[in-house]
């Protein structure tokens, strides 16, 4: 039996989801542990069994156990015992690291965020937009918005500030900054110049500030707490998306059949991180300033 953790925020869960179906088709049983999402207080929690279809069964904290995937002494120390009256090989914890050497194995436990190319085409007849079909509908405000500027051509730009500038993060993840975004304004305008930009972000009073709160800009801030994935939904309904350095936003794209799509140049501050994220090569790289 080979296992995924889920754990993030929604693109990352995504992420783990579909290296979870391309295992189980190639290899057949395949579980996920959402346990920790008991104690998991950033985000919304988990959240792909309310919007997704996911027909992957999950294991239960007895299961977990027994097969030693937690921390405490004493269970790894039943696990050694185990293994060695019954012979049987233990559960091989696979990560980033270990991954093109281990994936193969049986049992396993994958504890990552698999989003590189090589994560996402292990199986290539997997069908990710059939996979993250939404079952929740648009609500009303959402919907009107599109009806709203029907026939005109609508660019959804994904900023991502708050957390990223956090200490944490600020030497992690290369900063998207507002050069990025001008240029990409600037390069769907010069294919039409009356596009309509829908602003997402989680620092929306930033973007009024910066980029005007004129007729053809859209700041969408009522997409709030367990209601955000509709800003998904809206990003898949755009002639094109501008994404931050972002796993939600990668999947707004990724999801999106027509959109014409641009994506940072630098992923990573670290450009030995390059190859962590899949780009596809059909998406435009801008440099990040």
Request: proline letters at 2%; a neutral charge; hydrophobic letters at 35%.
């Amino acid at each position: 039996m080979r296992i995924v953790n889920i754990i993030g925020g929604l693109g990352n869960q995504m992420f783990q989801y579909a290296l979870a179906v391309q295992l189980q088709q190639k290899f057949g049983k395949v579980k996920i542990d959402i346990t920790e999402f008991d104690t998991y207080e950033l985000h919304n929690g988990y959240e792909l069994s309310n919007l997704f279809d996911i027909d992957i069964e999950t294991i239960t904290h007895s299961t977990k156990k027994e097969l030693a995937l937690t921390k405490d002494k004493e269970t790894k120390r039943k696990r050694r015992l185990i293994n060695w009256h019954l012979k049987k090989n233990p559960c091989t914890i696979i990560k980033h690291e270990n991954f093109d050497k281990d994936f193969c194995k049986d049992p396993a436990y994958f504890d990552g965020y698999w989003q590189a190319a090589k994560h996402m085409k292990i199986d290539s007849s997997v069908d990710y937009k059939k996979i993250f079909q939404f079952k929740p509908q648009l609500s009303h405000k959402n919907q009107e918005l599109l009806d709203q500027f029907k026939g005109k051509k609508i660019v959804a730009l994904h900023i991502r500030r708050g957390d990223y500038l956090a200490s944490q993060n600020v030497n992690r993840y290369a900063h998207c900054e507002k050069g990025y975004y001008e240029k990409a304004i600037e390069y769907f305008k010069e294919i039409d110049k009356n596009t309509v930009f829908f602003f997402f972000s989680n620092d929306i009073s930033w973007c009024k500030e910066t980029f005007g709160t004129n007729e053809e800009n859209v700041f969408i801030d009522w997409n709030t707490g367990m209601n955000s994935y509709e800003d998904l939904i809206l990003m898949t309904h755009t002639d094109g998306v501008v994404i931050a350095n972002s796993t939600f936003s990668w999947w707004g794209a990724f999801l999106n059949p027509n959109a014409t799509v641009i994506a940072p140049k630098d992923w990573w501050t670290d450009p030995s991180r390059a190859s962590d994220i899949y780009i596809p090569e059909n998406w435009l790289r801008f440099k990040n300033a």
